[in-house]
C-alpha cells in the first residue's frame, strides 16, 4: 500500500499541556490535502505512578475527565474545519498505547509532539518517540512544540528532504517522501551522507546511484541530489541548516549494528525543530509485535 493510499487516518498523540499542538497543526495540514480522518489519542502513562492500579481512583477519574474535556474541544475545532474526527482515552504506555491505536484503526500515520531543544524534554520525549517508531506499524512524524520558533521557523514553501540509505525501509520512504513533494507542490532534496572512504576515493554515490535506490525525476516533483560528507546525523543537521526543509523524510529499520543504545534518528528526533517523518519497511501489527523480541536499536 502506498504512503497516500494508506493516509485514511492519522492518529495525533495529546496531552494535557499545549505540546501536542504543533503537531496537531501538521497532521490537520496533512488531514485537508489527503482527506484523511484524525484519531485524537491520549494515554495515561503509569511511568509517572508506580502502576496504572496504583493511581487512586478518583485521580484517575479526574484526569480522563479533563482528557476528555480537552479533546471533546478539539475534536470540535477540527469537525468545523471540515475534518473527521474521533478520540481514544487509554491506560498505558505512551508508545504502546498509540501502537495499538494505530492498529485498531488501520491508521497510515501516527504524529507525536516533542518539546524541541530546551531541557530535559527532548530527550524524554525523543526516547518514546524512539520507541515508538521501532514498534508502530506505520510511519511516525515528530513535531516539535517550538517548530515555529524564531530563526529555526522552516522556510514557508521548503523543499522535502529525504536521506538517503540503502535499507529495506528506503523504498517506502522514497514513496512518501515523492507523494508529500507533489501534494504540496515542494522540489525534493535527496541527501546521501558520504563516508571518508568514498570521500577519499573522489566518489559521489548518490549522483550515480539514486535510480538504484529507485529515486528518479518525475515530471511533476522538482529533484536534486546533495551529497555532504560524514556520519548520518551529522550530514542531516548540515543540510537542514543549510535547506531548512518543511520536513525530512527517513527510511528506519527496527534493528541496526549502530553503536549505543540509541541509534541514528534519536538525536534527530530528540533535537530536531522540523518535522521528522520516519517510515519503516513493511507494516507490522501490534499483535505481531507482542510475539516479537522488539531490537533495541533503530538506524
Known sequence: MSFQDGLATIVVATDLAGHAEAALEYARKLAHAY????????????????????????????????????????????????????????????????????????AGLIVIGTQGKEGVGPVVVGAIAEQLVRIAPCPVMAVAADWN??????????????????????????????????????????????????????????????????????????LRNVVKDGNPADAIRRAITQYRPCILVAGVKRASKTPGPHGTMFGVLAGSRVPVLCVPPNPVSAQNERGAQVPAEII
Open 35 to 106: 482527506g484523511a480522518r484524525i484519531v485524537l489519542a491520549h494515554g495515561l502513562d503509569p511511568m509517572e505512578y508506580a502502576d496504572v492500579e496504583g493511581v487512586p481512583g478518583t485521580v484517575r477519574k479526574g484526569l480522563t475527565a479533563k482528557a476528555r474535556e480537552v479533546l471533546d474541544k478539539m475534536a470540535g475545532e477540527l469537525v468545523r474545519d471540515g475534518i473527521r474526527s474521533h478520540s481514544e482515552i487509554r491506560q498505558g504506555s505512551i508508545a504502546e498505547m498509540l501502537r495499538d491505536v494505530a492498529d485498531q484503526y488501520q
Open 149 to 222: 520558533a524564531g530563526k529555526n521557523r522552516p522556510d514557508p514553501g521548503g523543499p522535502v528532504l529525504l536521506a538517503l540509505e540503502r535499507n529495506e525501509a528506503f523504498p517506502a520512504a522514497v514513496a512518501a517522501a515523492y507523494s508529500l513533494a507533489e501534494t504540496f507542490k515542494r522540489p525534493l532534496i535527496v541527501l546521501h551522507a558520504r563516508t571518508a572512504a568514498e570521500a577519499s576515493a573522489f566518489l559521489n554515490p548518490g549522483a550515480t546511484k539514486l535510480a538504484d535506490f529507485g529515486v528518479e525525476a518525475s515530471g511533476n516533483v522538482t
